[in-house]
């Protein structure tokens, strides 16, 4: 049974700084590209951050590229994403996945995806 759990979620104020985590289980994280997604209210769910295997990363949404950085301790078999600067706009469910058969990132958004996290919650409001 391959399971992704997120937490780190809650409320922070615009411009604070958020660490979310994605711990797996029933697998090994070090073989898989993992990716971070978010759906914003009334919003179609988005990629965000991909890191693979290797720990390389590609980014899927330009309004965070700067401001998020995804990093992976295989030691934990966790992935993470750290959020600065957060906006208002970056409130979301934040996903993380397994991307099936992938150990790199797929060059644009993908969502052939091996396993799903339930989410997090991510609201930034002053």
């Known amino acids: 049974q391959l399971q992704l759990v997120e937490s780190g979620g809650g409320l922070v104020q615009p411009g604070g700084s958020r660490r979310l985590s994605c711990a797996a289980s029933?697998?090994?994280?070090?073989?898989?590209?993992i990716g971070w997604f978010r759906q914003a209210p009334g919003k179609e769910r988005e990629g965000v951050w991909c890191i693979s295997a290797s720990g390389g990363s590609t980014n899927y949404a330009d309004s965070v590229k700067g401001r998020f950085t995804i990093s992976r301790d295989d030691a934990k078999n966790t992935v993470y994403l750290q959020m600065n600067s957060l906006k208002p706009e970056d409130t979301a469910v934040y996903y993380c996945?397994?991307?099936?058969?992938?150990?790199?990132?797929?060059?644009?958004?993908?969502?052939?995806?091996?396993?799903w996290g339930k989410g997090t919650l991510v609201t930034v409001s002053s």
């Open positions: 996945a397994a991307y099936r058969g992938r150990t790199s990132c797929p060059p644009a958004d993908s969502y052939d995806i091996l396993s």
């Open positions: 029933g697998f090994t994280l070090h073989y898989y590209a």
